[in-house]
């Protein structure tokens, strides 16, 4: 057989092996592809992706898994976990936007109080707040125990201390009906909201006004003795010293100790003005905190393997 004859062969030959690795190669992609555009494999990659702290990207997958209207038990972990890469990832307007679509999809999903409650507590882990206020919220709309829905009810509550909307958490409590061994105190704590809300405030203009009647008496109002005392003796002390250096005839002496005397008493009447805001400011936090302390902070204290029963934890 001629050299070139053989040549030629040997090129047909590895032009056919090349052309079937192609094939093969094409052929493994393109069920390779096929495969990974099963729902399963998305979901599971996605759970990857996610464990990975990818959540950007695991967003994503969830949404391609969710668009497929998989009807299937992790549809709804798709949502619960789209709404987790959401949260840890700062966008609260998405995580709005997904709870409206899943409570939407209550009835096909037969979404239960438990699965809201689970969803409120990952939010409140990721500090959320409003948004677990909102699950929870849907934990209470969606039971028919009562102690369950006191208790959903209560933890919205407490989220909206949290993100100090201390009314809207009031407003929450009020409506919340009751019974039960611990019913005073439930009542007593309602009680001490209202009465936070309605005479313990001090109002910056009386105080002021106070202190520029009498330097000294709007700080003592405001509940700083120490400040309406230096104020009360300093203003006192100077006015002293300007009346006697007119008696003495020293006029420019005078004129500079009342001048530094004016200064102190409109000083005086702007810092009565601050400690009221500030007392304020003080008493309303460490209310606050006592409230905090005073709701249940663990779900076993509401939810049983067995039944439902309603705790309080009161450190008043």
């Known amino acids: ?145 009562a102690d369950r829905s006191v208790c959903a009810r209560l933890y919205e509550a407490k989220m909206y201390f949290l993100v100090g909307e201390d009314i809207q958490a009031i407003q929450i409590l009020n409506k919340v009906k009751h019974s039960g061994q611990n019913i005073e105190k439930f009542k007593h704590l309602i009680s001490l909201m209202e009465s936070m809300e309605k005479g313990k405030k001090k109002e910056p203009r009386i105080a002021m006004f106070l202190s520029a009647v009498v330097p000294g008496t709007g700080h003592l109002y405001a509940g700083e003795a120490f400040h309406g005392i230096s104020s009360f003796v300093l203003n006192a002390g100077l006015i002293s010293a300007a009346y006697f250096s007119f008696k003495h005839d020293s006029p420019i002496l005078g004129s500079f100790i009342a001048y530094l005397e004016t200064g102190f008493y409109i000083g005086g009447i702007k810092s009565a003005g601050t400690d009221a805001r500030k007392t304020n400011i003080n008493n309303r936090r460490l209310f606050r905190n006592k409230l905090k302390k005073a709701l249940p902070l663990e779900p076993n204290l509401c939810f049983g393997k067995k039944s439902a029963s309603v705790q309080f934890i009161y450190r008043f």
Request: charged share 30%.
């Open 1 to 145: 057989m001629p050299e070139c004859t053989k040549r030629n062969l040997r090129k047909i030959i590895l032009l056919m092996v090349a052309s079937l690795f192609v094939v093969l190669f094409a052929l493994d992609a393109a069920l390779c592809a096929a495969a990974f555009n099963k729902p399963d494999e998305i979901f599971r990659f996605a759970g990857h992706l996610m464990k990975e702290g990818d959540y950007s990207r695991a967003t994503r997958e969830y949404e391609r898994y969710i668009d497929m209207d998989v009807s299937s038990n992790n549809a709804k972990n798709a949502y619960k976990n789209t709404i987790i890469c959401l949260a840890k990832l700062g966008d609260t307007s998405g995580v709005i936007t997904e709870l409206r679509r899943l409570y939407e999809l209550q009835e096909k999903f037969k979404l239960t109080s438990d699965f809201w409650l689970e969803l409120g507590q990952i939010l409140e882990r990721e500090k959320d707040y409003r948004n677990a206020a909102i699950a929870y919220r849907k934990s209470a709309e969606t039971t028919a125990e």
